[in-house]
């Protein structure tokens, strides 16, 4: 049940951009996305319901494809503070998460 | 806004002791809260979903009698681990949510349990 995140880690230098793919076998509600840094909370940073929708959030933005049971996360223009790890929850039941393996970002200057 | 606290952020004890985890959220009443474990560079796993004045909802594979659970207001969810033993280490954090008014859950600093 637990979602697959890909790639596993990424390094970039700030200003570039990447991309981190979450996949699911099961049928889902929504996608939540989370960044954590070392020894910290998972930090929110958006949900994306069903009907394909795309959200923003400053140059993070996400997509979700339904049909695919897919949901992907673009870090545009990185900067330092994008690095942690990131991590896709997708909702398989009322409410309950699911979460990825993590992807971690780190960004360098 | 959304602010979740955890308390203690750090505790050891001995083995066959319990240990008590308090989880409140600060500026919002929390209709469900959630616990999570999460072991060095994993993922969070789920443990159990609480819902204010009703029973726990454990997640296969975790002992409820080991895991005891308590929602008893919309602020402050506890979870005590009872007889700890070592492999009962680990980061221990709780999410909370509003969900008669948003979908997000709002995580709460962690805990970290170290049993001896």
């Not at chain 1, 673009?74 to 503070?81: G, M, N, R, V």
């Not at chain 2, 009703?54 to 969810?77: M, P, R, W």
Request: glycine content about 8%; charged content about 20%.
């Amino acid at each position: 049940q637990q979602p697959v995140q890909s790639p596993q880690a990424v390094i970039l230098r700030e200003g570039e951009d990447a991309v981190i793919n979450c996949s699911s076998s099961k049928a889902l509600y929504s996608v939540h996305w989370y960044r954590q840094k070392h020894g910290e909370a998972p930090v929110f940073l958006m949900i994306l319901l069903k009907g394909g929708e795309q959200k923003g959030h400053d140059k993070i933005s996400a997509s979700f494809n339904e049909k695919k049971q897919q949901s992907s996360l673009y870090l545009t223009a990185s900067q330092l503070s994008y690095s942690g790890t990131y991590f896709c929850g997708t909702e398989i039941a009322y409410y309950k998460l699911s979460f990825g393996a993590g992807t971690t970002v780190t960004v360098r200057a | 806004g959304a602010v979740v606290s955890q308390h203690p952020s750090r505790v050891i004890c001995k083995s066959g002791t319990s240990v008590k985890i308090e989880c409140r959220s600060l500026d919002f009443q929390a209709t469900t809260m959630f616990w999570y474990r999460q072991f060095p560079k994993k993922s969070l796993m789920l443990m159990a979903t609480s819902n204010e004045g009703s029973k726990a909802t454990y997640e296969q594979g975790v002992e409820k009698d080991k895991f005891l659970i308590n929602h008893a207001s919309l602020t402050l969810s506890t979870l005590t681990v009872t007889s700890a033993h070592p492999e009962d280490s680990s980061f221990y954090i709780c999410s909370a949510s509003d969900l008669g008014n948003a979908y997000e859950q709002y995580f709460g600093p962690g805990t970290r349990l170290t049993v001896t």
